[in-house]
């Protein structure tokens, strides 16, 4: 049966990805190996490698003061690396927290030094995204940390906070490459590849160079990001098969468009369920409130317990995979990454309100 694939993470990659990988499984480029067995030092390596950073670069505008980096350990490697490498015995760590990945980021930074929170949602059970204002920093805040888009409560930023004294450290794991970054107003933009950008073992991290030049120095060299960057993520050996993918899936975007049009297909896959849910006179209800709803992350209840169970097995049967909340906020959540083609979720949202018809 086909099947509909709505997962968090690892998710959904284009169809188009996953053949031409499936060839380069066997003989890449005519080299007679599998793009998985190429050295990481041989020529047809680089040029995946570089290829691939290259397009990260065009794709998000990076600006040239700004570093690309390759990094394996996934998102959570960064929440303990960003305070190792930024935060120093006089400053403090910032923190936004608007979920539980930025409640996670949190408690590892303050595992390394002081921390503090400078707003925070976690009241209204993070329906929604506070109001902050950056220019309100104490002099010693060594960066501020935002999670751009969240992940498991289906909140995200419709505008990154202004920037004010101190660098700002943006958690774009399940946002990124869907839409445009503006780089007055951030300083590091970290991603785990497994939501947007590919498969998992890969981590995105771009960083103003000046920043890295100034940081710490008495951490383990394999932690360090002047490391990294001065190796080209080359420093030992990457995850080879996950820079591929990657890069096969930038060459996609690029192809469809680019970030504008993925961030344009993002609105219109969105409104597709939200007006399910705003239409269904209270039958589903949504978890964010409406004006911080995430364009990646369509969170929501049936507020009759024994519908909702209902509601995921025979979703499930139908198809559609990795309908179940997050364990932590129970009810349904729908993920609609790039790579979640829009006639799959238009099928989602015929379901839904069939379901409803069905059902009260
Ligand atoms: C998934 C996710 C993470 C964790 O990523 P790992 O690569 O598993 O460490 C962190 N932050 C956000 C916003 C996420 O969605």
């Known amino acids: 049966m086909k099947k509909l694939n709505f997962n968090p993470g690892p998710s959904a990659l284009p169809a188009e990805v996953i053949k031409t990988a499936q060839e380069s499984m066997f003989n890449y480029e005519d080299s007679g190996l599998s793009v998985v067995e190429l050295s990481h030092r041989a020529p047809l390596?680089?040029?995946?490698?570089?290829?691939?950073?290259?397009?990260?670069?065009?794709?998000?505008?990076?600006?040239?003061?700004?570093?690309?980096?390759?990094?394996?350990?996934?998102?959570?490697?960064?929440?303990?690396?960003?305070?190792?490498?930024?935060?120093?015995?006089?400053?403090?760590?910032?923190?936004?927290?608007?979920?539980?990945?930025?409640?996670?980021?949190?408690?590892?930074?303050?595992?390394?030094?002081?921390?503090?929170?400078?707003?925070?949602?976690?009241?209204?059970?993070?329906?929604?995204?506070?109001?902050?204002?950056?220019?309100?920093?104490?002099?010693?805040?060594?960066?501020?940390?935002v999670t751009s888009n969240n992940t498991i409560f289906g909140t995200q930023w419709q505008q990154l906070p202004l920037k004010g004294n101190a660098p700002v450290f943006v958690d774009a794991s399940s946002d990124i490459f869907s839409q445009e970054i503006n780089w007055d107003n951030v300083d590091v933009v970290y991603a785990g590849a497994q939501k947007n950008a590919g498969p998992s073992g890969i981590t995105v991290v771009i960083m103003k160079k000046s920043l890295m030049k100034d940081g710490n120095k008495d951490i383990p060299k394999i932690l360090s990001y002047d490391t990294h960057a001065k190796g080209e993520s080359l420093y030992h050996t990457p995850p080879t098969g996950s820079i591929y993918l990657l890069g096969l899936v930038m060459k996609w975007i690029e192809d469809n468009g680019g970030v504008k049009a993925m961030n344009v297909a993002a609105n219109e896959k969105a409104a597709l369920l939200y007006n399910v849910i705003d239409e269904s006179n209270g039958f589903y209800v949504g978890h964010s409130d409406k004006d911080s709803r995430s364009l990646m992350n369509v969170t929501f209840r049936i507020s009759d317990e024994v519908l909702e169970k209902k509601f995921i097995k025979e979703a499930d049967e139908a198809g559609f995979i990795g309908i179940k909340g997050h364990r932590s906020v129970g009810g349904c959540r729908a993920s609609i990454y790039n790579a979640v083609p829009k006639e799959h979720v238009e099928t989602l949202a015929t379901f839904m309100k069939e379901f409803q018809n069905n059902n009260q």
Not at 69 to 85: C, I, K, T, V, Y
Not at 93 to 108: D, H, I, M, P, R
Not at 112 to 137: F, K, N
Request: glycine residues 4%; aromatic residues 12%.
């Open 45 to 145: 390596y680089e040029d995946i490698h570089f290829q691939a950073m290259n397009r990260v670069r065009s794709l998000l505008e990076v600006p040239d003061d700004f570093e690309i980096l390759f990094l394996q350990g996934g998102a959570s490697l960064q929440f303990a690396m960003l305070p190792m490498n930024f935060l120093t015995p006089e400053k403090k760590g910032a923190y936004v927290l608007t979920g539980s990945w930025s409640e996670k980021a949190y408690q590892e930074a303050e595992r390394v030094g002081s921390v503090y929170t400078i707003a925070s949602s976690q009241d209204s059970e993070y329906r929604t995204i506070p109001e902050v204002d950056l220019s309100s920093c104490s002099e010693d805040t060594a960066y501020v940390h």
